[in-house]
């Protein structure tokens, strides 16, 4: 039904920026929550980020330091990272999340901060 593809990960220095993309195509549910989250090597799966009609989460280690945002036209939510840090290494997921359930996944795009 959805497919989710995620872009813009890569390398980036301590205290760089990097910006991610999740474009979704096929048919989306209303009212879906869209969001991200990460898995480090070795750790659980953890909330980066979602929005839904405006509303905003965000994980406690990123609040201040990343904003998620969408695009309704382009059918694309992103998410701006800022001051990044070591431990901020993991791929990141997108995520549609339905109002019955359901969850989609993108493929991951990979982040790494590193000196």
């Known amino acids: 039904q959805v497919q989710l593809v995620e872009s813009g990960g890569g390398l980036a220095r301590p205290g760089g920026s990097l910006r991610l993309s999740c474009a979704a195509s096929?048919?989306?549910?209303?009212?879906?929550?869209m969001g991200w989250y990460r898995r480090a090597p070795g750790q659980l799966r953890e909330l980066v980020a979602t929005?839904?009609?405006?509303?905003?989460n965000y994980g406690e280690s990123v609040k201040g330091r990343f904003t998620i945002s969408r695009d309704n036209a382009k059918n694309t939510v992103y998410l701006q990272m800022n001051s990044l840090k070591p431990e901020d290494t993991a791929v990141y997921y997108c995520?549609?999340?339905?109002?019955?359930?359901?969850?989609?996944w993108g493929q991951g795009t990979q982040v790494t901060v590193s000196s």
């Open positions: 929005t839904r009609s405006g509303d905003l």
């Open positions: 995520n549609v999340h339905t109002l019955g359930g359901i969850d989609y």
């Open positions: 096929g048919r989306m549910p209303s009212f879906s929550t």
